[in-house]
């Protein structure tokens, strides 16, 4: 690996982890707001949610200066700021290429619209789907519509959920339309171009970590 | 948190990353496989597939020695390897909760039975849906058949794939049969008691982590 590339994944990884750190942050301050809390402080998000303060205080501080001494964070406020550096403030539209159950899962996935992503069209070549919609309304194109649809809806995420076979084909199509950030389903390892972000959901990692906590048996010792 | 959660948390946290590791290199051994490579070193596995030769040689080497010096590591058997402490080589029965299209497309998702897992049955409430099967063949069943279900099939996993509002219920209900790893793709926190690993696979943050990276407006610029 180049030098170059090397500085690239490394800042990479640690954008991903401070993006999800985030997000977590995020997700609980919803919680917090939602049972009416107005402000928290590092330790008590910490506390409540089994996170680390010292992380809380240093990835927000990184940001700019949200808190106040001794009374803590506005949660209105720090939601706000979240969502700003996430870049949530505006949302963002999203196309699923694949309109089998995944695809279809996610079109209608609750958690995204929740969270400023519009899911504004899906995509297959099956003649069956395309032209119908999902339950939730996303209509299904067919792909040679790609480059169209992504340019007439501001389309800047492109999600991958077809066979592994495909993928790899469908990646290359959608980096063909301009699209900069790509969403992974597909089972194996996809190429992008530089500009281009990819991210792998792949759904067997998170099975294969649990496979490892058996395998320890740490049940019953660790946690 | 007191120490003891704190080191769980730690211990937890570490075991998640190395695991996730293992799996991305068990992914790559299994492409250079296919292509019918027989050895590889730490250094070309690295650049043929972006990784981090020093992370990988570290990781490795913390469960003994596979590589053989200046030839590099057996492809075949650093997978067989892997496949031991990701405690694939027994193959793990798991049951989804939920028969949505986000539990009728992870029932029926190859990757996970590629990687030794078998989805063994569904779960749901609805009439429509309990006594049929997926287009796979897995087997949708009542919850209220869970604990028999599981304990006749040996379940250790339990995935989650119900709306919010009904996941940290189906997650008690989970725990109570005995099962000790739990896969959560609901959005939100849930709890389980000591002892049970959960993991979650929010859809969300994926996302949320690729509109950080156009708010940053990194492309064309980091990678």
Redesign the interface.
Known sequence: ?SPS??R??A??QV??L???R???Y???LS?LDQAGVCTVSSSAL??Q??L?AAQIRKDLAYFGEFGVRGVGYSVLELQRHLRT????DRR?N?AIIGA???G???A?????R????NIVALFDTLPEKVGKRTRGGVPIHHVKELRRVVSRNHI??GVVAV??NAAQLVANNIVSTGI????NFS???LRVP????L?N????????????????G???E??
């Open positions: 690996m590339a090397k690239r994944a800042t990479d954008s991903d401070i993006a999800s985030l997000s977590v995020l997700r609980c919680l910490a506390h949610f089994h680390n550096i996430l870049g949530l963002l999203v089998g159950n995944l279809l899962a996610l209608d996935y609750p958690g995204f929740q969270e400023g992503f800047t995420i066979p592994a900069k950030a790509i969403l089972p194996g390892t530089p500009g281009v972000k991210k959901a792949d759904l067997t990692v998170s099975l294969e970590s649990l496979s490892f906590f058996l395998a320890r740490d049940a019953g660790e946690k």
